[in-house]
């Protein structure tokens, strides 16, 4: 009987098409997706409170419940921060942007409340939501006190 | 020269697919609005250009590169054309989405140029929204620190999307930058992208109103009747209609310059309240309608929602008919959609507080126009619907605290003076004493509603 030719590699298990095919595709994959994931790194965006810590003042200049705003140099642009001397070594420092639109609240020390001509956003000196429309209490970023220097970091999570 | 063209190119056949078809004597100047979106877009990326060879994107050397740039008047006026043409193009391509709407021309065979004009659109506002961050002065910087705000009301990733916009916590110079990078490569890629092949389907299919026409035509019916060539009749009249857009275009960018506002102040130490462009109007008012935890509702349910309508829309409506009058519930459903959209948007447009008409005491006010807008600029914000004591309308502010005829007794006067703690407005700085006394008369006078 005439054995019939078949062309080279057709009825293998894996053709040499089959693996430029896969090949191919498979690097061309990899490739594609490389460029993804490069600008999926550059689009990460710095992580939370990694901020260097920047001196705002004394202790001495803020007095107990009294919280006062101080400016924090972030990248080309100043950023609020209510820093509130709490009393017993505990401070806070509060982001000033209301959480409702972020629209600058104010401390309005007659009513020992922040407040934000906005919407009508409502605080206590700790920061949490008292009424008005703002869903969650104000952010909080990182304090320290070194000797007698309060420093100011990041926004915490 | 074409000759030449035409023996290596085979430029004639090409001409001849583009040019040589009749064109329904039902389609009328509504079907070159999209011919006109696309002229706004070349005119955006000629003024684009221009703009971006004296623009400097950073924090410290935005403002002043525009300022400065504002000094010239050839600069100035190329400036108040690309903010024009950002209007133009917002408006042109959601007529030109109504109108397709409408003609029902999304339905088979069309999905996919539908699918790619809906890409067209997200990316038009997403111009439109970085576009308003670049000359860094109070309005951009406000507004896209509220815009970029609004994704932290969604579940889990709400956080991190806002820290992705703004490539940090708040707005700074790095998400000027990314904003810049945006707003000048990826969007401008993304609409080219996807304006290929929505103008490559729009030449092989042919538009909607033609649909007839191409039927009658294969059967062997003569179709001169009702038609008119392409080339010359319908191109020409395309061609003007761009041209009269153009006009409008240069005219009011002429008539009404774009300005310049005071620079970006992140401390906000002028006590700015931040404002949309008129476009997202009236997504801000719908906001103004969803009270504390319902903004989630607002803010994240309502513009997936829409989203999905939007690109789904030739899956989702089912029916096959195009005749106006054979779908009545999807004309009816949009009408419902754009009615409430315009009345919402004419309703933010009315709630910015108004410029206070004059200075000085006036001695005789009236209420629409001397005292309330006094309370529009400086009160509402708290005393608004939200509940408690409003001063948003006349009924709401009689209520209680204004005696008609008595200044002294009226809470309100001694709210506005001190004489009552807490002195309002609250966290603010008091009325002047000539709108103080503005509002006194306007009480002595009897508090009418005049």
Redesign the interface.
Known sequence: MEEIKRPAGVGKVFSRRRFLQVGVSGAGTVLGLSYIGLGLDF????P?GAEPLQTVGKTADFPENMPK?V?YS???????VYVVNLGQGNWLAL?F?C??????V???A??GKF?C????GVYDIRGQVLS??P?KAL?RRVIKIIGDSVQVG??L? | MINWLDERLHVRELTASLFEHPVSKRSNVLDYLGFATFYVFCSQAVTGILLATVYRP???GAYDSIKQLQGEPVGAFVRSLHSWGANFMVVLLVLHLLRVFYEGAYKKPRELTWLLGSVLLIATLGLAFTGYLLPWDQEGY?AT??GT?MP??IPWIG??LV??L?????????T?TRFYSVHMLILPALLLLAFLPHFFFVLRQGMASGDELAKAQKRGKCVDGDSLPFWPDVAVRMILFVLLIGAALWLLAALYPKSLGAP?D???KS?Y??EPAWYFFGVYQL?KYF???L??LAMVVLPFAGGILLFALPWLDRNPARSVRKRPLALSLAGVLVAGMVFLTYQGMNSVPKALASAGVVVHPGFKENVEPIFQSKCI??H?T?GGYGLDNYTAVMKKNVVPGNPDQSKLIRKLEGSD???M????PPLTSDQIQTIRNWIKDGAKNN
């Open positions: 689009l990460q965006p710095p939370l705003p400016t972030g990248q080309g642009v100043k950023e609020g982001d942007h959480t409702h639109l972020q629209c600058a104010n401390w309005v007659a009513v407040m001509p906005c919407h009508g008005g429309p869903p952010p990041g926004i999570a | 950073t924090a410290s406000w620190t509220v705000a932290s009301h956080d991190y820290r992705l703004r490539d940090g916590t708040q707005v700074t110079g790095a000027l970006a992140p401390l906000n006590q309240v931040p906001l009270p504390g935890k903004d989630v914000t708290c608004g939200s703690k807490p002195q407005p609250i966290g603010q």
